[in-house]
């Protein structure tokens, strides 16, 4: 079983620009959530996709967007780029049924620099 | 709104010695409670939860933690703790009513010490 990976591993960015990163999910899962770490900090909720759909949104601006794809991997699109983006961003999938819960896994991430 | 609070930002402790790593939590709905382990540049690792049953829950490799609801405190206890335990640890709880976000504290680096 593959269990959630993520790519780039690592990426530099200039302010301004826009970037898009991807991650694929555990087989059989269908959802999809996305949070940002920053250094010294615990992981902020982004937003979550479940069957192609945006479910949940935490506390970010529209620049921050997603995908979700018929195979159940994702992307995060970053547009504008601000140096308070530089983080490490995990993607965690899930199998989802109903409102239960349901545990989400993390891939590795990826690292994001913004100069 | 949910919000989590680890007030030991590090934990320095010599190997084979006990550690407490402390988190509290702050809620208007039930939760369910979770700690993560993070190594150097990995992702995030479940290591227990608390859904509901016993209010003491176990890991495979000796950690424990007890949820204690008068005091909002769900604290990861080790009784002899060794080298590859040296990582972040971070608290969280997500919601029994809508749990698709978890909502993490600001972690606790656990730094042991031969």
């Known amino acids: 079983e593959t269990g959630v990976t993520q790519s780039p591993t690592h990426l530099i960015k200039t302010r301004g620009q826009q970037v898009t990163l991807r991650c694929s999910s555990q087989s059989g899962h269908n959802t999809v959530s996305w949070y940002q770490q920053a250094l010294g900090q615990g992981p902020q909720f982004i937003f979550q996709?479940?069957?192609?759909?945006?479910?949940g949104r935490g506390n970010f601006p529209p620049r921050f967007s997603g995908l979700q794809f018929p195979n159940y991997s994702s992307e995060l699109n970053v547009n504008a780029l601000e140096l308070d983006d530089s983080a490490l961003y995990l993607c965690?999938?899930?199998?989802?049924?109903?409102?239960?819960?349901?545990?989400?896994?993390f891939g590795p991430g990826t690292r994001l620099t913004v100069t | 709104a949910q919000s989590v609070t680890q007030l030991d930002s590090q934990v320095p402790v010599f190997e084979e010695a006990p550690v407490e790593l402390r988190c509290n939590y702050s809620s208007s709905v039930s939760v369910y409670l979770f700690w993560y382990v993070q190594y150097p540049n990995q992702g995030l690792q479940l290591l227990l939860k608390?859904?509901?049953?016993?209010?003491l829950v176990e890991s495979i490799n000796g950690f424990e933690a007890e949820f204690n609801k008068s005091q909002t405190s769900f604290h990861l206890r080790k009784p002899s703790v060794h080298i590859s335990d040296t990582a972040e640890y971070f608290c969280a709880v997500i919601r029994m009513d809508s749990s698709y976000k978890l909502i993490f504290g600001s972690g606790t680096r656990l730094l042991v010490r031969p």
């Open positions: 996709y479940y069957r192609e759909e945006e479910n």
């Open positions: 608390y859904l509901s049953g016993s209010t």
């Open positions: 965690a999938s899930s199998s989802r049924q109903g409102t239960q819960y349901y545990e989400q896994y």
